[in-house]
């Protein structure tokens, strides 16, 4: 698949099949964000992999959309903020890093034929519970992972001219 074809093949997933993931592919995703760039080539990255099946209850603590178990798999993205790159006015990388990762991840399933869902809006105290995060880890994205059971819906997105400027402000 072509990158741009790729690029807008990607949407957010929101049913999943019960289909399992094979090894093969989980790997290729998970390699994905391992490849991705972080700030000096630190990765303060970490990810969690969840087989969801029988864990369904303390996975909803995390997040209770119902189709967010109904994925065979669940990754939560972790940063490590001690490890991560810090610009010389203090500005710590840690979140650009997860979520450059993360992107890669995504955009590899979807070339795999898999869906994924980014999510950011989950409790965190729950995740640091349910997946015995230790200090200094923080559950930072998740996405189910998993076959598509629905059909993706028309993007909407600004104009390019709205986004773009040349020059200067």
Do not use: F, I, S
């Given at each position: 698949m072509h990158f741009h074809e790729l690029i807008n093949k990607r949407y957010s997933v929101r049913a999943y099949k019960p289909d399992p993931v094979e090894d093969d592919k989980l790997t290729r995703v998970l390699n994905a964000a391992r490849l991705a760039p972080t700030a000096a080539n630190r990765q303060p990255i970490q990810f969690v992999v969840v087989h969801?099946?029988?864990?369904?209850?303390?996975?909803k603590r995390i997040y209770s959309k119902d189709w967010f178990t109904t994925a065979p798999i669940v990754i939560c993205a972790c940063s490590l903020p001690?490890?991560?790159?810090?610009?010389v006015d203090g500005r710590n990388y840690y979140e650009v890093d997860i979520a450059i990762a993360l992107d890669h991840l995504i955009l590899a399933a979807t070339d795999l034929g898999l869906g994924t869902c980014w999510i950011a809006a989950f409790d965190a105290s729950a995740a640091q519970e349910v997946l015995g995060l230790p200090e200094g880890v923080i559950p930072m994205l998740f996405t189910p992972l998993g076959y598509p059971a629905d059909q993706p819906k028309e993007k909407k997105r600004k104009a390019l001219a709205d986004l773009i400027r040349y020059e200067h402000w």
């Open positions: 969801t099946a029988g864990r369904e209850r303390e996975l001690a490890q991560a790159w810090v610009r």
